[in-house]
Structures are given as C-alpha cells and as structure tokens.
C-alpha cells in the first residue's frame, strides 16, 4: 500500500487440459463461464514444472527469452526495496515459482472464517488485499505491454485505495477471487513469455516515471512478497 496509487465466471474450471483434472472456480450460479472457461482451461495445474504447458499446448520455453533483471531506472524507485526481495533472473520463471508459492498459502486459509478479517479498522480485508494484488499486476501487465510495443505516451497512475474499495472484494467468494489470481498470472505468464530482449528492455514513461517491461514485471513480483508478507506478519495469526 504504497504511494502510487476484476473475473472469470460461475463455473469456470481449472484443470489440466484433456486430463479431466478440474478445480471448480466457485461463483455466483449456474451462469455458463463464457469466454473465461477457454482461458482458464488452458491453465494447467500451477504445481507443475511448466503450468501453461499441457499435452494440448505444449508450450516450453520456447519462446522464453530470460529477462534478466532490471536495473535501476527501470522501475519507480519506491519499488526498490520490494524488486531486491525477488529471488532470480527471469521473471517468467518468477511468475511462475511465485504463483505456486502464494496459491499454497491462500488455499490453506480456512474459507469460512476469512469474511471482514482485517488487522485494524482502517486497513483493507483480507480479500480487498488479494483483490489489490490482482488489480495491480493487471495494470502493470498493460503498462508492460504498451512499453513493449513502443508506447510513447506517458501512462497513467491509478489510485489504489479508489479501486480497492471499487472493487468490493468482500462481495466475492474466496474462491473466484484466487481464480482471479490464477487467470491473470496465467495472462501474464502468456504475455511475457514472448517478449524479446528488445522488448523487455524498450522504456517509456508509467506515472510519471521511466519503466521497461521487465522492471515493470519485477514489480508485480517484489508488490506481491510485500504484500504476502504482511498477510503472514498481520492477517495470518488472525486466523490461526
Ligand atoms: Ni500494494
């Protein structure tokens, strides 16, 4: 919760595809999950070595060209400290290693104790918490792809408490919202995993700041340990 200051549908399913391994995305009813079922079917179990690849798409890391890591000047520097707690050189490879690692301990929380639980009145919820991280690498994710492509404009900030409290968090069951997580990991994995070099490295300017993509991807990474860290700091021994 620093300075600068969404879903798939009921029903939707995550599983190896053509394996029938599913884990039901819990939601409002009995709606069909459209467009999301598709994106979602292709991501694959996040405890394999490769959790986009499946016999149906076997995708490697062909097309992986390491980002290495970003150096300063390609990121806003009050993500300095968060980006240097992100092990490794790559971050598709961080992507992936992080998403095991958080979804292990979110889907260990206990779901039917977690509505409204906040360390303090003025702070966000649980949920507003993992609904923010979402938020925040969907946002970085574009940043990232207009820079790849050349973006010359100057990107534009957005106000986090705004959106935390826009997004009403607490209205959505847990489940939907790890598969919120899942979905856009699975979307940043899939972005990522093609950028070149020149790519990665091409800056422009985010909300007031210079960035490439692989700064901005670094980010998301060391955004999420920040944030994992106080859940396991404060909202963890709430519900032990
Ligand atoms: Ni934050």
């Known amino acids: 919760m620093r300075r600068r200051t969404d879903n798939g549908s009921a029903n939707a399913i995550i599983g190896t595809a053509g394996d029938g391994a599913v884990m039901p995305c819990a939601g409002h009813g009995t709606t069909e999950a459209g467009g999301a079922h598709l994106l979602l079917i292709i991501v ?9 690849a499946s016999p149906r798409y076997p995708l490697a890391h062909a097309l992986n060209h390491p980002s290495g890591r970003p150096l300063p000047g390609e990121y806003a520097d009050y993500a300095q400290a968060d980006i240097e707690q992100v092990q490794g050189v790559d971050a598709v490879s961080v992507f992936e290693a992080l ?9 260990a929380l206990p779901e039917a104790r977690l509505e409204g639980i906040r360390y303090a009145p003025s702070k966000w919820t649980l949920k507003d918490v993992i609904g923010h991280v979402v938020d925040d690498e969907r946002i970085f994710a574009y940043r990232a792809l207009c820079l790849a492509r050349g973006e010359a404009q100057s990107l534009p900030g957005f106000d986090e408490k705004l959106y935390a409290t826009n997004a009403e968090a607490e209205m959505r069951p847990w489940r939907e919202i790890l598969c919120d997580y899942r979905a856009v990991r699975a979307a940043s994995v899939a972005l990522f995993r093609g950028f070149s070099p020149a790519q990665w490295t091409r800056s422009g300017e985010v909300n007031g700041y210079r960035a490439t993509a692989r700064g901005l991807a670094f980010h998301i990474a060391g955004h999420e340990l920040h944030h994992v860290r106080l859940l396991q700091d404060r909202y963890f021994p709430l519900l032990a």
């Not at 179990?45 to 490769?50: E, S, Y």
């Not at 998403?99 to 889907?107: E, H, I, P, W």
Request: aromatic share 6%; net charge negative.
């Open 44 to 52: 694959s179990g996040w405890g394999q070595a490769h959790p986009l």
């Open 99 to 107: 998403a095991d690692q958080t979804l292990t301990l979110l889907q």
